[in-house]
């Protein structure tokens, strides 16, 4: 059995959301230890590799253990190998003129380029991305999101949503077009037959009933640069509000506002993997993590900083940010390794008490207690039962 979405990678589970839409995700305690566990550890929260880009790297997303990277005047999207996470190596690059957007889906990248087209690149070597074929678009194209043989992408100025077939990428056809009279559009996605489309000061929302004829259902007031999807929740980076804004979609066609908490200053990217939203400030320069585990009540778990962010991913266990006007990736491991213990108060798994801290070659504990070597009752800071060389001299046995 064999199954490839683009979110396949090694040590993951295939499980479903509600809906019964199938993908692979990072076990957590719940799968692992029945819910009895305690939360990722962030105190490790820090970049674990920086690699240079091409030029104005705008977008990432990632596709099995190969990331895709947008750089918009570099006029490329590059490839870089996470298969040692953490630790991006570019494997290629290939031509795509002012690349926007990129969605992964079927085993196919859709970018969306400046120079007003929509390519599709196969995936099925994904070190090696192929041109299948590309198609027109208006002027502006800001993102693209894919529903089957049916692609829909959004637009700045001119405000259009234009739908394609993309059953044959070779040979794309326009099907039709809405005008949208709001502000410019910046990230559209699906969620069972309805799309959002979310521009800067207020949404769209579109029934997907007929896929080729979308049609409008409502307006929210709520806006944002970009937003992504997790089951039935829309999570919303607001530069105009430097919130994150979390949407119920529950119900597709009424979607309600449940959360709004500070993101930092121009919140310009978010995305979520498990119970993690990964939203980057471009002018706070940071990467801040939140636990969306209650989506109605996001709690921020900690940050990073990183230099002009623009667009983050995640697998889970790691993030991966773009730096618009630095040319950098930047991975980021996100949470630590941790011995796990039982309280025998509670019966609950916890995290077992970090004694011992590293700070690169060095040890410390920050305890306040005696440490013994050869015996179980210190009587000093440090107390030793045997000879303990101190530099070329060897004291008497017990010296503290």
């Not at 029945?34 to 690699?51: H, I, K, V």
């Amino acid at each position: 059995f064999k199954y490839q979405d683009g979110t396949q990678a090694d040590k993951r589970i295939l499980t479903s959301d509600a809906d019964g839409n199938a993908s692979w995700q990072v076990p957590d305690g719940s799968v692992l230890l029945g819910g009895f566990s305690p939360p990722f550890n962030l105190d490790c929260l820090a970049a674990s590799a920086t690699r240079p880009t091409g030029s104005t790297p705008v977008a990432v997303a990632q596709y099995g253990q190969y990331l895709y990277v947008a750089n918009f005047i570099g006029n490329s999207m590059q490839v870089f190998d996470v298969s040692d996470p953490g630790i991006p190596t570019l494997v290629t690059s290939v031509p795509t003129i002012l690349p926007v957007s990129i969605t992964i889906s079927g085993g196919r990248a859709f970018v969306v380029n400046q120079d007003q087209n929509l390519s599709v690149f196969d995936l099925g070597t994904p070190a090696s991305p192929a041109l299948l074929g590309s198609v027109p678009t208006d002027v502006q194209p800001t993102s693209v999101a894919v529903n089957g043989d049916y692609a829909y992408v959004s637009h700045g100025n001119g405000a259009t949503l234009m739908v394609y077939d993309v059953s044959d990428p070779s040979s794309m056809s326009l099907l039709s077009s809405l005008f949208v009279p709001i502000a410019p559009g910046s990230t559209v996605a699906i969620k069972d037959d309805h799309l959002y489309w979310v521009a800067r000061t207020l949404s769209v929302v579109f029934d997907l009933s007929n896929p080729a004829s979308p049609q409008f259902v409502t307006n929210p007031s709520w806006g944002g640069d970009h937003f992504t999807r997790s089951g039935d929740h829309l999570y919303v980076a607001s530069t105009l509000t430097d919130e994150l804004i979390v949407v119920d979609v529950s119900n597709a066609a009424q979607p309600v506002v449940v959360a709004t908490v500070p993101a930092g200053n121009d919140p310009k990217s978010v995305a979520v993997a498990g119970n993690n939203a990964y939203l980057v400030s471009y002018s706070s320069n940071e990467l801040i993590v939140f636990d969306v585990s209650d989506p109605a009540s996001p709690l921020p778990r900690g940050s990073a900083a990183t230099g002009q962010p623009w667009y983050v991913t995640s697998d889970g266990e790691h993030a991966y940010v773009v730096s618009f006007n630095q040319d950098l990736l930047t991975a980021f491991q996100v949470f630590c390794s941790q011995g796990l213990a039982v309280d025998l108060g509670s019966g609950q798994v916890v995290f077992e008490d970090p004694i011992w801290e590293k700070n690169g070659p060095h040890i410390s504990s920050t305890n306040f207690g005696n440490v013994g070597i050869g015996t179980t009752t210190p009587g000093f800071r440090l107390t030793t039962k045997y000879d303990t060389g101190l530099g070329n001299t060897v004291p008497n046995s017990g010296t503290t």
